[in-house]
């Protein structure tokens, strides 16, 4: 059983930055991919960003040069700095953790992007 915690969402201007955090319950050397989602009203849960244990990380097209994902193992974090946000950015964001072929999600934060 893993949990997992989001914070650092709000609202932001557009060209504004956010940090994104996600505190997990346990070690995440023990496991392998860790990643961010988001869900915007109406949409599905798309992948933005995911990072393995040995730090390879991979982004979806929309956020590529905008957004990065780091995990520090040791303090259990994984964080999503985004920057030069678009008003297309706003949408709840999801950590999520693969853990022994189970699936975890934490509740969310909401972003929005607005003037």
């Known amino acids: 059983q893993v949990q997992l915690v989001e914070s650092g969402g709000g609202l932001v201007q557009p060209g504004g930055s956010l940090r994104l955090s996600c505190a997990a319950s346990i070690s995440l050397f023990s496991i392998a991919d860790m990643a961010w989602y988001r869900q915007a009203p109406g949409k599905q849960r798309d992948l933005v960003a995911r990072?393995?244990?040995?730090?390879?990380?991979a982004y979806a097209d929309s956020v590529k040069g905008r957004f990065i994902i780091s995990r520090d193992n040791a303090k259990k974090m994984v964080s999503l700095q985004m920057d030069s946000l678009k008003p297309e950015d706003t949408a709840v964001y999801y950590c999520?953790?693969?853990?022994?072929?189970?699936?975890?999600w934490g509740q969310g934060t909401q972003v929005t992007v607005s003037s």
């Open positions: 990072i393995t244990r040995s730090r390879s990380t």
């Open positions: 999520n953790a693969n853990f022994l072929q189970n699936n975890y």
